[in-house]
């Protein structure tokens, strides 16, 4: 069972000047949740942050840190900004020092903390958000993204139980958007509760586990990413649009060529919930109705014995004729093989790259980035890993991921979670584990849901 991490009772806040920023929140989110706020401008996202860590203190109602009501002593608050962290929109509210390394060591030092246990925070906290080169520039001098990579590095620092961050992304490009993104996915396998707060719908839509919809300093709605983004009203009610992922979806939909009618969050599984478009005409045995299930040559009807390879299904019937679907989904059996690039035995990858079994290399997280940059080995999947691994892997090639601690689990899960819901068939080994050097763990391909078991 999940503990409650931090929780809101009637919580309200009017600014000085009489403004009434936050106009009664109740809310509870447990440990290791991944959560997005999303709403309009002036809704009150970074005024509830704000709030969360203690820098403002309630005009009613409270804030409850692990069942524990916040106290505002100044002992109390500092033990509280040590436990909750925020990363600021405007990372120039955040940068002071005049050196990135100063400015991520400030924290830690100021918790009493022996300078060598400071300096490992900090230097982990540098490679962490990949910008170790840049610690001895001041930060006014880099740019906007370098900036929030340093900001981000400043409250890693500090090992919060919680790290709050509003508007992660502004300022980022593309692929590090996707690299913070990755690194908040490992905090989060490493157990950090994720609190963000986003104009971005595709993101929040895909990477949250819970949604809060805020307008007007109130909660609207919240919920599943697919129910809060599924509500169209819902949305324009609050200047949000749908997800690209879910618009496509539906549309796919509206013309039936949905095969389930679960929303799906990701790439993969859109592609997943696509119905074959392989149907044909064929002529079946006399008195096989629809739904029954006939072989290949139209000779033999398959309704009484059990399905055979090649089996189709009768969707349509016609004067003797049918149109017909294959049972089995037509797809070429990709393979995924997982490397942790930290204990893994340099054999075992040598002889996976040399033997040609590998189409292409995902690299993921920034340990393993440095380690096959050590090695020479050019990723051709750098970011947004494992949706791109399935696609690849469906489309039949065999794809190396290299990635280390709490990830090769998580990667292993996704895909067999995958597997498990589109019916779709992944080989999945993870080499290079202590417990299973030199050796390829198969995991057994799920069975295809429409083929009875
Ligand atoms: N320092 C301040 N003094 C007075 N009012 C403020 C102050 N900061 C914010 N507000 C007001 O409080 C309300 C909530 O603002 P807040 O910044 O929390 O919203 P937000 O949801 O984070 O917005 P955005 O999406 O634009 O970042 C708004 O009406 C805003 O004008």
Redesign the pocket.
């Known amino acids: 069972m999940t503990a409650t991490l931090l929780e809101t009772r009637g919580l309200r806040y009017a600014?000085?000047?009489g403004?009434p920023?936050i106009r009664g929140i109740n809310l509870r989110i447990e440990e290791g949740e991944r959560i997005s706020f999303v709403?309009?401008?002036?809704?009150?996202?970074?005024?509830?942050f704000l709030l969360f860590n203690g820098t403002l203190r309630p005009s009613a109602g409270e804030v409850l840190l692990r069942d524990r009501p916040l106290q505002y002593d100044p002992r109390s608050l500092r033990e509280t900004r040590r436990r909750v962290g925020i990363v600021f929109?405007n990372s120039d509210d955040q940068l002071f020092a005049p050196t990135v390394r100063q400015d991520v060591a400030f924290g830690p030092a100021n918790l009493g903390l022996p300078k060598e246990e400071v300096e490992r925070r900090v230097d982990t906290a540098l490679e962490g958000v990949g910008i170790e080169g840049l610690k001895g520039r001041p930060p006014h001098h880099l740019s906007g993204g370098q900036k929030k990579r340093a900001a981000i590095a400043g409250v890693m620092a500090m090992e919060p139980e919680v790290m709050i961050l509003?508007?992660p992304l502004s300022n980022l490009d593309p692929a590090g958007s996707e690299e913070v993104m990755e690194l908040l996915e490992e905090l989060n396998q490493r157990g950090t509760t994720i609190i963000i707060?986003t104009?971005d719908v595709d993101l929040a839509y895909r990477w949250s586990d819970r949604i809060y919809l805020?307008a007007d300093?109130r909660v609207v709605d919240e919920g599943r990413p697919e129910d809060i983004f599924g509500d169209l009203r819902l949305l324009s009610g609050s200047r949000l649009r749908q997800p690209l992922i879910l618009e496509v979806y539906d549309e796919i939909s509206k013309r039936d060529l949905a095969a389930s009618g679960k929303r799906p969050r990701t790439v993969p599984e859109l592609v997943g919930h696509l119905s074959p478009p392989n149907l044909r005409w064929m002529r079946v045995p006399p008195g096989t109705k629809v739904g029954e299930t006939v072989s290949p040559d139209g000779t033999g009807s398959g309704r009484s014995g059990g399905e055979r390879p090649g089996d189709m299904r009768v969707i349509h019937l016609e004067d003797g004729r049918a149109v017909v679907e294959p049972l089995e989904r037509p797809t070429r059996i990709g393979r995924v093989v997982i490397y942790d690039t930290q204990v893994g035995d340099p054999e075992d990858l040598s002889s996976l790259l040399d033997g040609a079994r590998i189409d292409l290399v995902g690299v993921m997280g920034t340990k393993s980035r440095a380690f096959a940059e050590d090695r020479g080995i050019v990723p051709d999947i750098g970011s947004n890993v494992i949706d791109r691994t399935v696609l690849r892997a469906l489309c039949g090639e065999a794809v190396l991921i290299l990635t280390n601690g709490g990830m090769v689990e998580h990667a292993r899960r996704r895909i067999e979670e995958y597997c498990r819901q589109s019916g779709m068939k992944i080989e999945v080994s993870v080499v290079g584990r202590e417990e299973d050097r030199a050796v390829e763990k198969p995991v057994p391909a799920p069975a295809d849901p429409g083929k009875g078991g």
Do not use: I
């Open positions: 600014y000085p000047d403004n920023a709403g309009p401008n002036g809704s009150g996202k970074s005024t509830l929109q509003d508007e707060s104009h805020l300093g």
